[in-house]
């Protein structure tokens, strides 16, 4: 069969060939980022579905949503599949027909009965990590029941925490007729690249997406945080803009000041706090910062909690940005809005926080002054993540902690972000 130039060689490694020469009819793949694990899977549903001696049949290629899937399969699958074997193409059901008579369709897992009610022969799931559990055990899998023409399936995805799919490898690993494979990023993608990436990464996330690791994040949020490595008396340098990071609360009111200071190889330093414990409202927390920081003569950049364009303190006028500027341009000459438009996933948050504080290559970009934040120390080494979750901070089992680590976080998020893909501001 002549194949079109999209069918490049791959250098595979031992591992994806045990993975294409398996006879298994699921086969459950954790494997690192940009190591081919979806390139395999969808070149092995299109091999199935031009298979001749099964004319009729019906392939899917499926992620958590339907644009997810469009983007990952869509274009590639219309590119892999030879020309003149393709009898119609239909973009709004994101299905092509072929002239054996069998179809693949590329469809979405948030409304998994988008594959009920046809027999599915064949099929792939890619961030299998995202899609809801019930997609498969109440939607799919009855679907490659049909007698007489069982269907197979493929599951590929990263490893995240240990929900359904980390349950699916496992059983992979002892069940008749299921097998599972991993690789790390690193048998594929050059030397280079990957310690590109534990500069960028905090070390655990690091594991998890380049290593395909199955790690555990409950326990401390910020892992990397040690207070003989973080903290340290610093001093504030008038030449610098000051930042002021919000996290908007009553009980308590809080805020967080720092800079990043080139003299310490840029490394965000943090050099006070706000905290009243009780009754506080965002212009008790601004009186504040004027009052402490008013001699400042330099740049103010503001920073923290999106959602503080709705926010409105009770008992006085506007949201809560808004009386943040009207307060502080009363005293600094020249405050400048940072505010992002929307607030990062809380676990993207906390990443960046992590690898801020010490990347997978070791290097440390985050200090702390005890004297002048002790409750930043505080929250650093006390908000923990929910047990049994993928990242998530515990919010009630310390009520009194996260609200200066999220202040800061927004901060680190949006100017220090994973990647080093600086977001959009107001």
């Given amino acids: 069969m002549d194949l079109p130039e999209r069918w490049t060689m791959l250098d595979e490694v031992p591992e994806q060939l045990r993975l294409c020469n398996s006879?298994?009819?699921?086969?459950?793949?954790a494997a690192g980022r940009r190591s081919g694990k979806t390139e395999?899977?969808?070149?092995?549903?299109?091999?199935?579905?031009?298979?001749?001696?099964?004319?009729?049949?019906?392939?899917?290629?499926?992620?958590?949503?339907?644009?997810?899937?469009?983007?990952?399969?869509?274009?590639?699958?219309?590119?892999?599949?030879?020309?003149?074997?393709?009898?119609?193409?239909?973009?709004?059901?994101?299905?092509?027909?072929?002239?054996?008579?069998?179809?693949?369709?590329?469809?979405?897992?948030?409304?998994p009965q988008r594959v009920e009610g046809v027999p599915v022969d064949g099929a792939i799931v890619d961030e299998i990590q995202e899609c809801k559990p019930e997609a498969w055990t109440m939607s799919l899998r009855p679907a490659l029941s049909t007698r007489g023409r069982p269907g197979w399936c493929w599951f590929t995805g990263r490893p995240k925490g240990r929900g359904h799919f980390y349950?699916?490898?496992?059983?992979?690993?002892?069940?008749?007729?299921?097998?599972?494979?991993?690789?790390?990023?690193?048998?594929?993608?050059?030397?280079?690249?990957?310690?590109?990436?534990?500069?960028?990464?905090d070390p655990l996330t690091f594991r998890q997406?380049?290593?395909?690791?199955?790690?555990?994040?409950?326990?401390?949020?910020?892992?990397?945080?040690?207070?003989?490595?973080?903290?340290?008396?610093?001093?504030?340098?008038?030449?610098?803009?000051?930042?002021?990071?919000?996290?908007?609360?009553?009980?308590?009111?809080?805020?967080?000041?720092?800079?990043?200071?080139?003299?310490?190889?840029?490394?965000?330093?943090?050099?006070?706090?706000?905290?009243?414990?009780?009754?506080?409202?965002?212009?008790?927390v601004c009186r504040k910062l004027c009052q402490d920081w008013g001699h400042h003569?330099?740049?103010?950049?503001?920073?923290?909690?999106?959602?503080?364009?709705?926010?409105?303190?009770?008992?006085?006028?506007?949201?809560?940005?808004?009386?943040?500027?009207?307060?502080?341009?009363?005293?600094?000459?020249?405050?400048?809005?940072?505010?992002q438009r929307s607030n990062p996933p809380e676990r993207d948050r906390v990443n960046a926080m992590n690898t801020r504080l010490k990347n997978a290559a070791g290097r440390v970009s985050l200090y702390v002054d005890p004297r002048k934040a002790p409750h930043v120390v505080q929250d650093l080494e006390g908000v923990s993540l929910l047990e049994g979750g993928s990242g998530e901070i515990d919010k009630k089992k310390h009520p009194e902690l996260t609200h200066l680590t999220d202040a800061l976080g927004y901060f680190v998020h949006a100017k220090h972000p994973i990647g080093g893909h600086v977001s959009a501001i107001l």
């Fill in 167 to 201: 349950e699916l490898w496992t059983k992979a690993k002892t069940t008749d007729g299921w097998d599972s494979f991993h690789w790390p990023s690193s048998v594929v993608l050059p030397p280079e690249e990957i310690e590109a990436a534990k500069r960028d990464l």
């Fill in 297 to 339: 003569q330099g740049q103010v950049h503001l920073y923290g909690d999106a959602t503080g364009n709705q926010r409105k303190t009770s008992g006085v006028q506007g949201t809560d940005w808004e009386l943040i500027r009207q307060h502080l341009r009363g005293t600094f000459a020249d405050v400048r809005d940072r505010v």
């Fill in 209 to 284: 997406e380049y290593e395909a690791d199955w790690v555990n994040f409950e326990g401390m949020a910020y892992y990397t945080f040690d207070a003989h490595t973080h903290l340290r008396p610093l001093e504030y340098d008038p030449n610098l803009p000051l930042v002021f990071c919000f996290d908007f609360n009553v009980d308590p009111g809080v805020a967080v000041i720092l800079q990043d200071q080139p003299q310490l190889d840029g490394a965000t330093c943090v050099l006070g706090e706000v905290w009243i414990p009780r009754n506080s409202n965002t212009p008790a």
């Fill in 40 to 111: 395999h899977a969808k070149r092995h549903l299109v091999l199935e579905a031009l298979d001749v001696r099964r004319p009729g049949s019906n392939f899917i290629a499926a992620a958590p949503t339907r644009d997810q899937a469009k983007r990952i399969f869509w274009a590639d699958l219309k590119e892999l599949v030879p020309k003149r074997w393709i009898a119609g193409v239909s973009e709004s059901e994101l299905t092509l027909r072929l002239r054996t008579g069998s179809q693949i369709m590329v469809v979405g897992l948030d409304r």
């Fill in 23 to 29: 006879t298994a009819r699921f086969r459950v793949v």
